[in-house]
C-alpha cells in the first residue's frame, strides 16, 4: 500500500529508541512511565467543520483552501505525532526528533506536491514525488494522507546553542501554518495557501545569539518549485537556500521575523524561484495583539496559460499584505478579525477551484483530477481580498466543564468575505460564477 521509501521512516524511528534506550530507569514495564522517563511524547488533534456558502449549491469554496467545501462537513484534520523535544539550553548535547500522520481533507494541501504534473517552465509531463501522495483514498474526492514531518534534531553546547533539524518538516517561515491548533482562525489567508510553502525536505540550523535575536539558516532539496514543498525521491540534486532571522524586544512584547527561500526551479531549469516575508507582532496590551505580514515571491520563465496568457513564457509574482487583530474578551473566549490584499500578478499561483487543480495527474497519458473535473480549473492575473471576523471559544473553561477531555476544546465560528478583482485582463468569477462570496464556518479543534 505504501508508495514512499520506508528508509526514512524507520531511520528514524530506530534512532529515536536508540536515544530513549539510554534513559536512566526507564520502567520497562510500564509504557507510560518509559515514555515519560525518555521524553517522548504521543499526541495529535482533531479538527473538523462545516462552511456556508449561500451562493454555492454545491462544490467548493473558489480558491479558498483548508475549509474548501461548500455545504457539507468535512474532517480537515486527524493528525498524531510522536516527538522527543530536544532541550535546548545547557552544555550538554541533546538528540530527538518527530513523526507526524495526517489524515482528512487537509491532506491533499500538506503532501510533499513540490514536483508538480507538469514542469512550470516548460509544461511538459513530471513524474511527481512519491513520499506521501496517493496513499489512500482518491475514490472519496476529498480524504487523503500526509505525512507532514519526519525529522531528527539535535542539539549541540556551541556559543549560545545551536540547534539542528535534518528530514521533513514545516516552514518556519511566515505567521500562519497548516497544523490546525497553531490558527485562529479556520479558514487560512490566501498568502499561506499560495504565496509560502508549507514544508521543506533538506536541513535547518537555528542559533541564539541572545535573548533578542535568533538566526535560522539551512538548505532545502527534493522540489522542483525552487524548494518548497519537496520530497524525498526527485528533485535531490536541486539544492537551494532557506534563512532568516528573528528579533525580540526585552520585554517580550514586539518581536520581527524576516526569512525566505532561493533556489534555482529545478534540475532541468536555472531559472530562479525565491520569496521572502517579513512578520511584526506587538502586544498592544497584555489582551491586544497586532500582527502585519509581508510576502513577496518571485518565479522566472513560467509558462502561463490563463485567461491573459496563452502559451506565453514570462517571469511570475506575487505580494500580499496583511492585518490580524486579537483580543482576550476572558480567559475562554477571544476574538479577532483579518484583513489581506494578495495579488496574483501573473495568474500563475491561485488556481480556482484549487484542489481540483492540486489532485491533477496524467493516468493513462490523460490529465484527470481525482477531485472534480479539470476543465472546470480556471486562473488569471487577479487582486484578491479577504476579511475575516471570529471567535476562539473555549468551552470546558467557560461553562467549568470537568472533563479531561474537553478541556482543551475550542469552538470556532468564522464570518470571512472574499472579492477578486481582474489583474490587467476581463472580469474574473471564480467564485461560482461570482466576483466575491462571504462564508459562515463553524468548526471545532481538540487536542490530546
Request: glycine letters at 10%; aromatic letters at 14%; charged letters at 15%.
Amino acid at each position: 500500500m505504501l508508495k514512499y521509501p520506508q528508509w526514512l521512516h524507520f531511520a528514524v524511528m530506530v534512532s529515536m529508541l536508540v536515544i530513549i534506550s539510554h534513559a536512566d530507569n526507564l520502567g520497562a514495564n510500564n509504557l507510560i512511565n518509559f515514555l515519560k522517563s525518555s521524553r517522548v511524547e504521543l499526541g495529535g488533534w482533531i479538527n473538523a467543520g462545516a462552511t456556508f456558502n449561500p451562493s454555492q449549491t454545491d462544490g467548493y469554496n473558489g480558491p479558498v483552501i483548508f475549509a474548501d467545501q461548500a455545504n457539507r462537513f468535512q474532517l480537515n484534520q486527524f493528525n498524531v505525532f510522536m516527538r522527543r523535544s530536544v532541550v535546548s539550553t545547557g552544555d550538554a548535547w541533546d538528540f530527538g526528533g518527530r513523526v507526524d500522520f495526517m489524515f482528512g481533507t487537509d491532506a491533499i494541501f500538506t503532501q510533499a506536491f513540490g514536483v508538480p504534473t507538469f514542469d512550470v517552465n516548460t509544461g511538459e509531463p513530471r513524474s511527481r514525488s512519491n513520499w506521501d501522495l496517493d496513499l489512500c483514498c482518491a475514490s472519496t474526492r476529498t480524504y487523503g494522507i500526509a505525512l507532514p514531518q519526519t525529522y531528527l534534531e539535535a542539539y549541540a553546547p556551541l556559543g549560545k546553542g545551536l540547534n539542528v533539524k535534518i528530514g521533513h518538516f514545516y516552514t518556519p517561515t511566515g505567521f500562519e501554518t497548516v497544523p490546525a491548533p497553531d490558527n485562529f482562525f479556520y479558514t487560512r489567508a490566501y498568502t499561506l495557501n499560495i504565496g509560502e510553502p508549507f514544508t521543506h525536505t533538506g536541513l535547518l540550523a537555528n542559533y541564539h545569539f541572545n535573548e533578542n535575536w535568533l538566526i535560522m539558516g539551512g538548505a532545502i532539496t527534493g522540489s522542483a518549485m525552487g524548494g518548497w514543498d519537496g520530497g524525498w525521491d526527485k528533485e535531490l540534486g536541486n539544492w537551494g537556500g532557506i534563512a532568516g532571522f528573528t528579533w525580540t524586544s526585552d520585554n517580550h512584547a514586539t518581536t520581527l521575523h524576516l526569512s525566505g527561500t532561493y533556489s534555482e526551479t529545478s534540475t532541468r531549469s536555472s531559472e530562479p524561484w525565491g520569496f521572502y516575508n517579513i512578520v511584526l507582532q506587538h502586544k498592544i496590551t497584555p489582551k491586544t495583539l497586532l500582527v502585519l505580514h509581508h510576502v513577496y515571491g518571485h518565479a522566472g520563465g513560467v509558462l502561463l496559460n490563463n485567461q491573459k496568457y496563452t502559451n506565453v513564457i514570462k517571469d511570475a509574482e506575487w505580494y500580499s499584505f496583511i492585518t490580524h487583530l486579537y483580543y482576550d474578551l476572558t480567559d475562554s473566549l477571544s476574538i479577532g478579525i483579518r484583513g489581506e490584499w494578495f495579488r496574483d500578478a501573473d495568474g500563475f499561483r491561485n488556481p480556482s477551484p484549487f484542489r481540483v487543480a492540486a489532485a491533477t495527474n496524467i493516468v493513462n497519458g490523460r490529465v484527470v483530477s481525482y477531485a472534480g473535473d479539470i476543465s472546470s480549473v480556471t486562473v488569471a492575473p487577479a487582486d484578491y481580498y479577504a476579511v475575516t471576523i471570529g471567535m476562539n471559544w473555549k468551552v470546558a473553561k467557560a461553562l467549568k466543564l470537568k472533563s479531561e477531555l474537553l478541556r482543551k476544546l475550542k469552538i470556532r465560528p468564522n464570518i470571512r468575505y472574499d472579492r477578486v478583482d481582474a489583474y490587467k485582463t476581463a472580469a474574473y468569477r471564480p467564485f461560482a460564477g461570482n466576483k466575491d462570496q462571504i462564508l459562515f464556518s463553524l468548526d471545532f479543534l481538540l487536542p490530546f
